[in-house]
């Protein structure tokens, strides 16, 4: 038995099915990691899957050997972490616009844990990082709210209020605070769906609870799109507070009177990720919510 049999053994455990942890997670052939599968089953000489016409389901066997596995794996993990600490590189996204309030506050939790750690950043959209956490290709990502990806976790750590954001020449700047009967009726530019599922939705439910259609005249592919229609266009958008940190001079923001929950900001990372990503990323959830609840 080798250490590769105990992480193939997981990642189809964790997926449900041969082909899907063949594909997303192992980046291996179907047909080899079904004959190691099996090779490990005859060593043990019990069966660890029962093969049903939708996937794999864990035996009894399955289930309790799992347990071994993940425990052998993450010792062997932090093991190897030990010896690489000192030259780590660390890969993490981060939502597009909030990299100034994320990564410096990001950069003094990691420099606690690991010593000469580099951290690497990419910044995309929500749904972007989430698939590039899946695909292995970032080791955790700041993203919206919770994931439906199989073989990914997240754990939600602050919260983003949502404004709106208009030219300071707009009829309706001239207001404090605005409610949603008063933006009823303007031209509006709307973060692309594929993009900002997350902020999209929380709008919509936002409407129905107030029987509002607003029904955007301009879509937006992120918040710099955003930013660029309404600098030519008599148009506001709605999208999260922390855009008035790069929002361009001529713009303003205002906050909304009862406005939409707040969206989620989460950690998103892999179930599989080693001993010493895993380690980083509870830190900085820790601390995230630490700091959260001494703001409160």
Not at 146 to 160: C, F, K, M, P
């Amino acid at each position: 038995m080798e250490l590769r049999h105990l992480r193939y053994f997981v990642a189809v455990a964790d997926e449900g099915s041969v082909s899907e942890a063949a594909r997303s997670t192992l980046h291996t052939a179907q047909p080899s990691l079904s004959r190691q599968l099996r090779d490990l089953e005859a060593e043990l000489g019990v069966m660890l899957f029962a093969r049903e016409t939708r996937g794999m389901r864990l035996t009894r066997e399955g289930q309790i050997f799992l347990g071994h596995a993940r425990q052998i794996l993450r010792q062997v993990d932090s093991s190897v972490s030990r010896l690489k600490a000192s030259s780590l590189l660390l890969r993490v996204g981060i939502i597009s616009g909030l990299e100034a309030d994320i990564l410096p506050r990001l950069r003094g939790i990691l420099k606690k844990e690991a010593d000469d750690l580099e951290i690497v950043v990419t910044s995309r959209s929500s749904v972007a990082l989430l698939q590039a956490v899946h695909d292995g290709n970032l080791d955790f990502a700041f993203v919206r709210g919770a994931t439906s990806l199989r073989g990914v976790r997240s754990n939600s750590i602050d919260r983003h209020r949502i404004a709106a954001f208009m030219r300071a020449d707009h009829p309706l700047a001239a207001r404090d605070a605005l409610s949603i009967d008063d933006i009823a009726g303007h031209a509006l530019v709307a973060i692309n769906e594929r993009v900002g599922p997350a902020l999209r939705r929380t709008i919509d439910i936002w409407c129905e609870e107030n029987n509002v259609i607003l029904e955007p005249t301009h879509s937006a592919a992120d918040i710099a799109a955003a930013f660029s229609l309404m600098l030519v266009t008599d148009t506001l958008t709605l999208m999260p507070e922390y855009a008035e940190r790069v929002m361009p001079s001529s713009l303003t923001m205002r906050p909304l009177v009862d406005g939409p929950n707040p969206l989620d900001l989460s950690i998103a990372c892999r179930s599989l990720s080693s001993a010493a990503v895993q380690s980083l990323v509870n830190a900085t959830t820790r601390s995230w919510l630490r700091q959260g609840a001494n703001e409160a």
